[in-house]
């Protein structure tokens, strides 16, 4: 299902019985930068501040705390961003139940 158009849009519609749907577009591109950045930053700090940041993302468990890191998370979303982008038009997630739509595509 790969597509050779790159998806730029993240197109999140909400619509109640008898009101007027909300449709919210989010730039990818934007996305990507935002995290991107945000992964460069917490590498600065995770360097700076080893054991602070081990305690706020796992408190109970040390050892999994100091192996797993807050920046490694934002890789792995913006890998997986990179990925669904790959898909080109593709609807993902549609919930209709007669009083509520919700849809969210990729465009």
């Given amino acids: 299902m790969w597509s ?3 998806s730029f ?3 999140v519609h909400v619509k109640q ?3 007027v749907g909300l449709v919210i577009p989010l730039a990818l591109p934007v996305l990507e930068v935002t995290l ?3 992964r460069d930053s917490l590498e600065v700090w995770e360097s700076v501040f080893p054991q602070l940041f081990a305690k706020v993302l796992l408190k109970r468990s040390e050892k999994a ?3 797993l890191r807050l920046s490694q ?3 792995w979303c913006f890998l997986l961003l990179n990925e669904l982008r ?6 993902f997630v ?3 139940d007669g009083k509520n739509l919700v849809s969210i595509r990729l465009w």
């Fill in 4 to 6: 050779n158009r790159r």
């Fill in 9 to 11: 849009f993240l197109l």
């Fill in 17 to 19: 019985k008898k009101k």
């Fill in 36 to 38: 991107d950045s945000l």
């Fill in 65 to 67: 705390g100091r192996k």
């Fill in 73 to 75: 998370l934002f890789t």
């Fill in 86 to 91: 790959q898909y080109g038009t593709f609807e």
């Fill in 94 to 96: 549609h919930f209709d």
